[in-house]
């Protein structure tokens, strides 16, 4: 005798379906025949008994972090964009590109000049710069 073929979408409680909202959250099926409706109350008593046990909170502080991240992704790329657009505005300014060209090696001539030509001067800017580095990194 051959073993009669199950559908296990219209027998669930028989053959359950591996499904992470299955393993999670567990509503079992009405079996009174006398009752009509409260598929509202079934639903609103596994919610609050799922928020009840505190998964609501444990998935959220496995989520934090990536959501942090997500956020902080998308706040760099408008920040990016922003300052993409103010550099396109200013470098349609007629020579202003070259001007702020001329400022920044003007600045770099009189920072080489205060900090790079002696080497006692050197050695200092070196351990200030080695030790900002090592503060961010976390080094000792």
Known sequence: MEDPVVNPIADPVAHPIDSPIAKTILA???????SEGGEWQELMAVLNNWLGAGKASQIWEQ???????????IVLLILLQLLGAVLGTLNHIPMLPRLL??????WLGIFAAKKLVRSSDRKTFIGQLSGAWNSFSGRP
């Not at 989520?63 to 992704?73: F, M, N, V």
């Open 101 to 106: 060209e001329l400022v920044g090696l003007i």
């Open 63 to 73: 989520s934090q972090r990536p959501l942090k991240a997500a956020g902080l992704a």
């Open 28 to 34: 079992p099926a009405n079996t009174a025949e006398a």
